[in-house]
């Protein structure tokens, strides 16, 4: 294409078009047309160990994945797993960005320790804790328990839920952490020092100013952490293979072992398809935030 | 303002608690860090001092674990190679794809563009396990199973969304008047795209550069479903530790630092990007 002439007015269009589309076209191709093709399968008798016996099934997947209890377990353990994980790093986050918003020797570096389980790979993670902190008689957790006296806990066998929700939450609760500091360094100045000259203490201070302040920030952490914890993978996949039995086996992990060990693709679609209403119930609010915060700046 | 020391101590006083906490703050550091020491630690012992029922401190360091975990299957620089092609790769070709279409957004916004960039964060949030069948299928009849080339598109396809939104809200922190003065002086847009607006915001792309990076490196899920050998990550040699080899703590610990090592410490550059990238700019 040749350059447009000098004289060309200031506001002339773009070819906005022909620069948005490889990346519009890309996103198509890579999650859109897959979707709709899950969507398809899921309406499909379709097993790749009887390629020839391919047909429109109705709704049978979904009938077969109701009725099939370890869909249910499966269900139940994601559910589980983004709840108890949510609870643990929002908490344990909210508390140590407390900590950490104050000034204090080697914060930077105190800081930066406490974050770097964030940048660990999820299989290390997942190995780490399997061997090296929970082995029932060479891991620390049960060097630690003998050495106060306890009996040491067969973790991946006796808890193994709890177990990847330990694993999870040390991988995360940095991540709840970093954007809550965040949130926290924008909280503005003057108000809190405003209510300290009203006398307040620190606990009216941090519900009525803090708080409210990180409300938003909050909204923001749960949402996404719901999002990345309900497809967890990696750390079952590296530990526990989502048993024992089918203890830890949860939705991403259910579809897994269907696609790829009982060559089920109508059911498997079906399950894939729960698996994206579900985070859609949560992505919903949050791109619905993310597109507001757009409108919001608008103005340039 | 009363006093200067407010402005020094943002968020609290400064009291007699304070010490208590800071050592608190310390002591929660380090714990969180310690596994992450401890198996640094451990693959500098040898298999029979790493394996024991007391842990041991202090110890001749050695390098053997490390040799031993170079070659472990068919070696680590086979996947570490596949590793840093796609990593790489997915960074490069998600920039190149991100770039114009963030600059067309940031600089010639029409009605569509908000309804486009909300569209593209959306597709985020389509959990990578909806699309894992087709995508798997597909790639089985094209021939795309276990090559890089496959598996560098799906890590594109992952970090495009958040990509595309970070340069888009570095390109907007860049007043338009420029390109109009660009463009004044009868600049084509791909000139201006090149010689104004990219290097100003060299700062931004590189940080989004090291945010896809990071990401893609730390990527299991397509890693370990669509790769097998050929093209096969450094998350797929890890978790080759996860049955039988796991008997080789000293081992498994070399093979770990030598997969989480570069990243981490890359994350530790990467905090505030991660912040912005991640939240899709909700939080500031």
Redesign the interface.
Known sequence: ?S????N?S???????KR??A???L??LV??????A??LY?SFQDYNLMMPDMRGFAGGLSYELLFTDPVFWDALLNTLLLVATCLLVTVVAGLA?A??????????G????????????????T????????LDP??G?F??VMRSVGLEPVQWLSSYPLLSVVMMIS?EW???AL??LL??????P?DQ??AVR?DGANRWQEFRHIVLPHLG??LY?VIM?ES?FF??S??EI???TSGGPGTATTN??YY??LG??FQYD?GL??AA??G??VL??I??IF??R???G???A??Q? | MTTSRVDQTPGRKRGAGGTALTLLAWLIGITMFFPIFWVVMTALKTEQTAFSMTPTFIFSPTLESFRSALAQGSGYWHYAINSVITAFGSTLVGLALAIPAAYAMAFYPSRRTDFTLVWMVSTKFIPAVGVLIPVFLVYRSLGLLDTRLGLTMLFTSMNLPIMVWMVYSYFRDIPVDIVEAASIDGASTTQTMFRVILPLALPGLASTGLLALILAWNESFWSLTMTDYHAATLAVYTASFKSGEGLFWARLSAASVLTIAPIVVLGWFAQRQMVRGLTFGAVK
Do not use: H
């Open positions: 294409m350059a447009p002439p000098a060309a200031p506001k002339r269009r773009a070819p906005t620069l948005m490889p990346s519009v890309f996103l890579w999650m859109i047309v897959p979707l093709m899950t399968y140590l407390l900590l950490f918003n104050r000034t204090f020797v080697g914060r570096i105190a800081r930066t320790l406490a974050i770097s389980p964030f940048f660990v790979m999820p299989v290390v997942g190995l780490i804790w399997k061997y090296m902190l008689v060479y620390l049960s060097w040390w609760t940095p991540f970093l954007i965040t949130g926290l360094q924008s909280l100045e809190l020092e000259l938003q920030v923001v996404l999002i309900l497809t993978f990696a996949y590296a530990t939705l991403p579809i897994y696609a790829f693709i498997s679609s894939a398809i698996a994206v985070a859609n949560f992505a949050l791109i935030f993310v597109a915060n757009l409108n700046g608008s340039r």
